[in-house]
């Protein structure tokens, strides 16, 4: 839950680490070395949701924001509702592994197929599957489930096993997991995928669940970027407003950090002319906090960035 209280305008910007190229990066290292504060990081959504939502009780479940986003209103016959994020799967010799790459983007006919098929193979179970205009794939369920899930993107390059759901209801989740992994195994959809030389949809890793939401949340700030849930929460960069969270779906060397590295530029500005008051860099379960006062430091040694999320 959230604590209603007002906040100083600031900027939270997140990259992603795990994955990327080790490019030094010279302004991401200048920040990192004059950071006034380290704390470690068990939601970063949740933090970041708080610089542009600072009187909000608590921050609504991923699959809810984009089904709200893409409905405009609650879907009155489900009770919970998640992303079904499509995955490519790595079986070894022992373990199931999500490779860096293993996490797919669908066509929007491609997702509606999946959908339609998924519904009338669970017809009558109470769980059923959609595709929404971003072509993400929610799955909705006709009565709450009390679980833990993981971002797929915590996973990517790691082996699974410890990141599958937990809690009272997991053993639901689980077992749809394996019933979706049997359904994928010989799809239609994924002969076609190889017939174009793309990797086959063989698992859908669901996260991000909660209950649905009657209306978005008002926020009082913007989004950048490319996350899932900032992208249906949030409104467009304004110059004029102060508070912004960044989500960057890239790291350093990666064919992105250049726009994001201009966003980052942007923020170091205006936390310099006293526009921001604090900017958050967050990647890995860490966020470090910079100031105006902190940026002064300029005898603190960089090292290259890596090292601070290792």
């Known amino acids: 839950m959230f604590k209603s209280l007002r906040q100083a305008p600031g900027q939270y910007f997140r990259f992603m680490a795990r994955g990327s190229e080790h490019r030094r990066s010279h302004l991401l290292e200048q920040l990192l070395a004059r950071a006034e504060i380290q704390a470690p990081v068990s939601d970063w959504r949740a933090d970041a949701f708080r610089v542009i939502a600072p009187q909000a009780d608590s921050v609504p479940g991923v699959g809810a924001a984009v089904l709200c986003a893409d409905r405009g209103s609650a879907d009155l016959n489900s009770s919970w509702v998640c992303v079904a994020t499509p995955v490519h799967y790595i079986a070894e010799m022992s373990n199931v592994r999500l490779p ?161 590295e201009s966003w ?10 006293g526009g921001i008051s604090q900017l958050q860099i967050s990647a890995e379960d860490r966020c470090f906090t910079v100031t105006a006062r902190g940026l002064k430091r300029f005898w603190r040694r960089r090292k290259p960035w890596w090292e601070w999320f290792g």
Do not use: K, Y
């Open 100 to 260: 860096q790459d293993g996490m797919l983007a669908l066509s929007m006919a491609s997702a509606a197929t999946l959908a339609a098929d998924f519904n009338r193979v669970w017809q009558g179970s109470g769980i059923s599957l959609m595709a929404a205009r971003s072509a993400q794939l929610l799955c909705t369920f006709d009565r709450p489930l009390t679980v833990a899930t993981r971002d797929p993107q915590d996973v990517l390059g790691l082996h699974i096993e410890e990141f599958l759901p937990t809690g009272a209801d997991s053993g639901r989740l689980r077992q749809l997991i394996s019933e979706t992994e049997m359904w994928l195994f010989e799809h239609p959809a994924n002969q076609a995928r190889r017939e174009l030389s793309l990797p086959a949809v063989n698992g859908l890793w669901f996260w991000g669940g909660g209950a649905p939401l009657s209306s978005l949340p008002t926020v009082q700030g913007w989004t950048a970027g490319d996350d899932v849930f900032f992208n249906a929460v949030g409104r467009p960069r304004d110059a004029h407003i102060a508070n912004g969270v960044i989500a960057a779906g890239s790291g350093p060397g990666s064919s992105g950090w250049h726009q994001a």
């Open 264 to 273: 980052l530029e942007a923020a170091t500005q205006q936390l310099r002319a």
